[in-house]
T-cell receptor, first 118, second 114 residues
Framework: AQKITQTQPGMFVQEKEAVTLDCTYDTSDPSYGLFWYKQPSSGEMIFLIY??????QNATEGRYSLNFQKARKSANLVISASQLGDSAMYFCAMSPGGRTGGSYIPTFGRGTSLIVHP | KAGVTQTPRYLIKTRGQQVTLSCSPI?????VSWYQQTPGQGLQFLFE???????NKGNFPGRFSGRQFSNSRSEMNVSTLELGDSALYLC?????????????FGPGTRLTVT
């Protein structure tokens, strides 16, 4: 069974500063994917970033980077230069298997609410 | 290109009734996934359809079912509604031939069961 833990129910950050959202996971699958989604108050989920368990380098997508530490089973999201529009719920999730294919059965964390102050 | 659309956006049903929710994926997307989001259980995966076949399924009772049509539009049905089925139901589509984590979500259908 897979498990995702996000220990920070809420986070505050000053505009233009960097912030790290924590995520730890547990799985017995040898191959898996980790990913983050953003959910603004409008409710629509937005995909941010993906990390495969066998990827050698940490994933980056613009201002988002994923600090993947496999031995510690952590997949923290780092947002650099925070903007007011980054205020939202952030969900960490994982699924067995690779990026594509027929084994997508995701498990989501409970989310972290991020508020960016001007 | 139009995004994922879901209808209706809001729905109120009575316990014991059944409900059908609809999802139209982005044009060209063949994979459609459904999710349930509640304050108590968080975001949970219901099932995924690809080319009219259910390919993956989460841990939900058989009251929750779905289907996908040849144009990739998908419907989700919940029979014998319970109060606990009140939730935001999200649909997402992806563009690759297989499932991709880069899913595009719709705005959701807010279901209230009274």
């Amino acid at each position: 069974a897979q498990k995702i833990t996000q220990t920070q129910p809420g986070m505050f950050v000053q505009e233009k500063e960097a912030v790290t959202l924590d995520c730890t996971y547990d799985t017995s699958d040898p191959s898996y994917g980790l990913f983050w989604y953003k959910q603004p108050s409008s409710g629509e989920m937005i995909f941010l970033i993906y990390q495969g368990s066998y990827d050698q380098q940490n994933a980056t997508e613009g201002r988002y980077s994923l600090n993947f530490q496999k031995a510690r089973k952590s997949a923290n999201l780092v947002i650099s230069a925070s903007q007011l529009g980054d205020s939202a719920m952030y969900f960490c999730a994982m699924s067995p298997g690779g990026r594509t294919g027929g084994s997508y059965i995701p498990t989501f964390g409970r989310g972290t609410s991020l508020i960016v102050h001007p | 290109k139009a995004g994922v659309t879901q209808t209706p956006r809001y729905l109120i049903k009575t316990r014991g009734q059944q409900v059908t929710l609809s999802c139209s994926p982005i044009s060209g997307h063949r994979s459609v996934s459904w999710y349930q989001q509640t304050p108590g259980q968080g975001l949970q995966f219901l099932f995924e359809y690809f080319s009219e076949t259910q390919r993956n399924k989460g841990n939900f009772p058989g009251r929750f079912s779905g289907r996908q049509f040849s144009n990739s539009r998908s419907e989700m049905n919940v029979s014998t509604l319970e109060l606990g089925d009140s939730a935001l139901y999200l649909c997402a589509s992806s563009s690759e031939t297989g499932i991709s984590y880069e899913q595009y979500f719709g705005p959701g259908t807010r279901l209230t069961v009274t």
